[in-house]
């Protein structure tokens, strides 16, 4: 069971540990041992590369980089700062981790791959969008927000809770240190993590899924209340895998010693878990459509409050229930083609411009989540609105269907099924009958 309640959304920390000793003394061995690497730490981040800082992280460039002086560069803190950087916690629902406790190695591998490739998306994504540095103008003391040219973050990967159980997580150490687009460094404006969080950890998730399905075939399902599955992990082998959830919901909330084990004997004490499993049945779930857009829970989150991009991007993010690559959000984002703010400076957006209408839909169907197939998508809707805007009785009879051949409509609804036209079928065929 893949639990996406308030818990599971991306955590942002604040550090003021100068050393970093909690990551840095971890070996991580459950992750480590599938790469045959020493290390857990690896330097990401558009601003790494500009202090010349990639591959495996070493200890002494750590501390320097979190005490805001990076190797190889002349920048000298003022004085001693009590938030050295954030530490983003980017955690696969627990479905994925239980593919990541297989004992087949290379299905391991591949998942903890997917999931660095969907972190490394999103923290794109706050590069681009969430986070930036405040300055003041020297005239009208007003506060702005200005881009970055990336953060300087690394990567510390851990796949074990603190109660043995698979939890394949990172935490993304991001320093509190930034160039701005004017040429100065600056300290990171922590409101924008605060603002895009969400976006962010459904930017994550989405990509995952799609990265999953790419890399290993596997099939995602949804619960009726909206929870993701994975088809063929059963709830008896996660509620067997769930120590810790159950440690909490009994009142136990401190926190055990971090187990050092190798990963083979981590895995000998979940093939025991596994063991011990309950025989229950799963609860109902349905299939997620890999092809298109779920339009009414996109209809459903953008409804909540007056749209802003972020809320867009966490819309479309997680109402592609089987997943999509995370640059198709982007894409969206740029059909708006109007000035997107930062950080917590977002326009806010009219309700027309980020949805369709159900017209639209009776023709073209939900929106696909393949950048090509939405491309052409968007090339047929700017067509039929072309054609509502000369020829008005058709816009006031909302009849888009005899915009197109009628026979053409028809047979992509015996095609496509309800999985393309949705509800609109019915009245295809009513339709068909009242012209036959």
């Given at each position: 069971?893949?639990?996406?309640?308030?818990?599971?959304?991306?955590?942002?920390?604040?550090?003021?540990?100068?050393?970093?000793?909690?990551?840095?003394d971890?070996?991580?061995?459950?992750?480590?041992?599938?790469?045959?690497?020493?290390?857990?730490?690896?330097?990401?981040?558009?601003?790494?590369?500009?202090?010349?800082?990639?591959?495996?992280?070493?200890?002494?460039?750590?501390?320097?980089?979190?005490?805001?002086?990076?190797?190889?560069s002349?920048?000298?803190?003022?004085?001693?700062?009590?938030?050295?950087?954030?530490?983003?916690?980017?955690?696969?629902?627990?479905?994925?981790?239980?593919?990541?406790?297989s004992?087949?190695?290379?299905?391991?591998?591949?998942?903890?791959?997917v999931?660095?490739?969907?972190?490394?998306?999103?923290?794109?994504?706050?590069?681009?969008?969430a986070?930036?540095?405040?300055?003041?103008?020297?005239?009208?003391?007003?506060?702005?927000?200005?881009?970055?040219?990336?953060?300087?973050?690394?990567?510390?990967?851990?796949?074990?809770?603190?109660?043995?159980?698979?939890?394949?997580?990172?935490?993304?150490?991001?320093?509190?240190?930034?160039?701005?687009?004017?040429?100065?460094?600056?300290?990171i404006d922590?409101?924008?993590?605060?603002?895009h969080?969400?976006?962010?950890?459904?930017?994550?998730?989405?990509?995952?899924?799609?990265?999953?399905?790419?890399?290993?075939?596997?099939?995602?399902?949804?619960?009726?209340?909206?929870?993701?599955?994975?088809?063929?992990?059963?709830?008896?082998?996660?509620?067997?895998?769930?120590?810790?959830?159950?440690?909490?919901?009994?009142?136990?909330?401190?926190?055990?010693?971090?187990?050092r084990?190798?990963?083979?004997?981590?895995?000998?004490?979940?093939?025991?878990?596994?063991?011990?499993?309950?025989?229950?049945?799963?609860?109902?779930?349905?299939?997620?459509?890999?092809?298109?857009?779920?339009?009414?829970?996109?209809?459903?989150?953008?409804?909540?409050?007056?749209?802003?991009?972020?809320?867009?991007?966490?819309?479309?993010?997680?109402?592609?229930?089987?997943g999509?690559?995370?640059?198709?959000?982007?894409?969206?984002?740029?059909?708006?083609?109007?000035?997107?703010?930062?950080?917590?400076?977002?326009?806010?957006?009219?309700k027309?411009?980020?949805?369709?209408?159900?017209s639209?839909?009776?023709?073209?169907?939900?929106?696909?989540?393949?950048?090509?197939?939405?491309?052409?998508?968007?090339?047929?809707?700017?067509?039929?609105?072309?054609?509502?805007?000369?020829?008005?009785r058709?816009?006031?009879?909302?009849?888009?269907?005899?915009?197109?051949?009628?026979?053409?409509?028809?047979?992509?609804?015996?095609?496509?099924?309800?999985?393309?036209v949705?509800?609109?079928?019915?009245?295809?065929?009513?339709?068909?009958?009242?012209?036959?």
């Amino acid at each position: 069971m893949c639990l996406r309640g308030e818990s599971t959304v991306l955590r942002i920390n604040g550090l003021s540990d100068q050393e970093g000793r909690y990551f840095l003394d971890d070996p991580a061995r459950e992750v480590t041992d599938l790469f045959h690497s020493s290390s857990p730490g690896v330097w990401i981040g558009q601003g790494a590369s500009q202090f010349h800082l990639s591959g495996e992280v070493d200890s002494n460039d750590f501390t320097s980089v979190l005490n805001g002086r990076p190797p190889r560069s002349t920048l000298v803190p003022r004085h001693r700062r009590r938030r050295v950087g954030y530490d983003a916690i980017f955690a696969a629902p627990k479905c994925v981790s239980v593919l990541f406790s297989s004992s087949d190695h290379d299905q391991a591998r591949a998942v903890v791959n997917v999931h660095h490739e969907a972190l490394e998306m999103a923290l794109g994504y706050l590069e681009q969008r969430a986070l930036g540095i405040q300055r003041t103008d020297a005239v009208s003391k007003e506060r702005h927000v200005l881009g970055i040219q990336g953060v300087t973050a690394a990567r510390f990967t851990h796949g074990i809770s603190r109660s043995g159980d698979p939890h394949l997580h990172s935490h993304v150490v991001i320093a509190n240190l930034a160039h701005g687009d004017d040429g100065r460094f600056g300290a990171i404006d922590a409101r924008g993590f605060l603002g895009h969080r969400r976006a962010a950890d459904a930017l994550y998730r989405t990509h995952l899924r799609f990265g999953l399905t790419r890399d290993l075939g596997v099939h995602f399902q949804h619960r009726v209340d909206g929870r993701e599955e994975i088809s063929g992990v059963s709830d008896a082998e996660t509620l067997a895998l769930s120590g810790r959830s159950a440690e909490i919901r009994s009142g136990i909330r401190t926190f055990p010693e971090k187990t050092r084990a190798s990963r083979h004997d981590i895995e000998h004490l979940w093939e025991q878990r596994r063991g011990m499993r309950s025989e229950i049945d799963d609860q109902p779930r349905l299939q997620s459509s890999s092809r298109h857009l779920d339009e009414h829970h996109y209809a459903a989150v953008i409804s909540r409050e007056s749209p802003t991009p972020r809320l867009v991007v966490e819309a479309w993010a997680n109402g592609a229930r089987a997943g999509m690559h995370a640059g198709v959000v982007a894409r969206v984002l740029r059909r708006f083609d109007i000035p997107m703010g930062r950080g917590v400076y977002e326009p806010s957006l009219l309700k027309r411009q980020v949805s369709e209408s159900r017209s639209i839909h009776r023709v073209l169907g939900p929106r696909p989540v393949e950048q090509a197939r939405l491309d052409a998508w968007w090339d047929q809707r700017d067509r039929l609105m072309e054609r509502f805007i000369r020829e008005p009785r058709l816009r006031r009879n909302e009849q888009p269907a005899l915009l197109f051949d009628r026979q053409q409509v028809i047979a992509r609804a015996r095609r496509d099924g309800p999985e393309r036209v949705g509800s609109s079928r019915d009245a295809l065929w009513r339709q068909e009958r009242s012209h036959g």
